[in-house]
């Protein structure tokens, strides 16, 4: 099915009053403009029940495997929010992402990079990693970790146990969040988030795959802020196939979310 764009506009409004920023880092996003999604699916999922077509707000991820993205056709036809890859483990950098993070900006997408976990090397070291190469620049989205099992990584295929990968994720978790003043997302799959109680973690916000299934579903009820619904999408200005995600609620929880998140 493919939805024609409409233009929903809505003005952002603080949750709280906070302290002002330092004089230059303030957030300028006083408007968030939501477009339906003009995508396709090579491959859609019969949905029974709710639906990704039910949820208003979609964006996609994006990384090396897209290529060049033309972020201003995206954005036109529906992608509301991109999060990209930036780095992984504590040696690679995505070789798209710079270009991905200034080309997203300009076009007027909600932004944010993500950390694909490497279980073969320690969480501080990974943060750091990170922070060398993901920019604390106003009006990003939240940073994100990525945690999933790499059965078919070359170098490293271990499974902790799930104590120790909550350990080392809220080692990771709690650097990024003291150097980006944002509390991070956490990216998780169905059989990782439920052999490691990914949950007790805290209140975070979940980003959460389920490509088969509606998330309070697969995931026992539990809380999800995105979702990714499908990894065969079609969006134009994007080469291949796309994973695609929705926020959980409406165009005005959105600009909510985004008011009270975004630094």
């Not at 999922?45 to 994006?62: C, L, M, N």
């Not at 690679?92 to 270009?99: A, C, H, I, N």
């Not at 993070?101 to 076009?107: C, L, P, Q, S």
């Amino acid at each position: 099915m493919r939805l024609l764009p409409v233009l929903l506009t809505l003005t952002l409004a603080a949750c709280s009053a906070p302290a002002p920023p330092p004089p230059g880092t303030e957030a300028v996003a006083p408007r968030v403009q939501v477009t339906a999604p003009n995508f396709g699916d090579d491959n859609p999922h019969p949905w029974d029940g709710r639906a990704p077509s039910d949820y208003p707000v979609h964006g996609i991820d994006a990384s090396r495997w897209q290529g060049p993205v033309d972020w201003t056709t995206a954005r036109a036809n529906g992608v509301n929010f991109a999060f990209l890859k930036a780095t992984e483990g504590g040696d690679l950098l995505d070789p798209e992402f710079r270009s991905n993070w200034r080309g997203a900006r300009a076009a007027g997408v909600p932004v944010g990079a993500y950390h694909f976990w490497y279980f073969c090397r320690p969480a501080a070291e990974q943060a750091r990693w990170f922070i060398a190469h993901v920019p604390r620049q106003p009006g990003a989205l939240p940073p994100v970790l990525d945690m999933e099992w790499t059965p078919f990584s070359p170098t490293c295929t271990l499974r902790p146990p799930p104590e120790a990968v909550r350990a080392e994720a809220r080692i990771f978790l709690d650097m990024i969040e003291a150097h980006y003043g944002q509390r991070p997302i956490i990216y998780s799959t169905p059989d990782f988030y439920a052999t490691n109680e990914m949950w007790k973690l805290g209140p975070y916000d979940f980003w959460l795959r389920s490509v088969a299934g509606h998330p309070r579903d697969v995931y026992a009820g539990r809380h999800w802020t995105f979702w990714q619904y499908t990894g065969t999408g079609r969006v134009p200005g994007v080469r291949g196939k796309s994973d695609i995600n929705v926020f959980s609620g409406t165009p005005a929880e959105w600009a909510a979310w985004l008011a009270a998140r975004i630094r």
